[in-house]
Nanobody, 116 residues
Framework: QVSLVESGGGLVQAGGSLRLSCSASGKVSEIDAMGWYRQAPGKQRELVAM????????NFATSVKGRFTISTDSAKNTVYLQMNSLKPEDTAVYYCNAIWVGYNFWGRGTQVTVSS
């Protein structure tokens, strides 16, 4: 199994940037992919971005393409979400996700608030 710890959330003005980090521990060599989901108040949790363990494959929500990038540092077992040109509609709790041997593991979440 794996454990995930997020950091980097906060309050930012529209147009600003934030970088989220998620550090994995445990049996990290068996992680297939990692990424980020978000959940805004009253809405379902949605995929933001995912990256394969090799870093070769990525997937982004349409709403964040061109603004967000995802990367991984395998030496640190960490995945990063760089968020640029943030909009008020990006406000949500962001959850780190890892797919480990077919199972989903989640972090506790970090709040991102974008003010207009």
């Amino acid at each position: 199994q794996v454990s995930l710890v997020e950091s980097g959330g906060g309050l930012v003005q529209a147009g600003g940037s934030l970088r989220l980090s998620c550090s994995a521990s445990g049996k990290v060599s068996e992680i297939d992919a990692m990424g980020w989901y978000r959940q805004a108040p009253g809405k379902q949790r949605e995929l933001v971005a995912m990256i394969s363990a090799t870093g070769h494959n990525t997937n982004f929500a349409t709403s964040v393409k061109g603004r967000f990038t995802i990367s991984t540092d395998s030496a640190k077992n960490t995945v990063y979400l760089q968020m640029n040109s943030l909009k008020p509609e990006d406000t949500a709790v962001y959850y780190c996700n890892a797919i480990w041997v077919g199972y989903n593991f989640w972090g506790r979440g970090t709040q991102v608030t974008v003010s207009s």
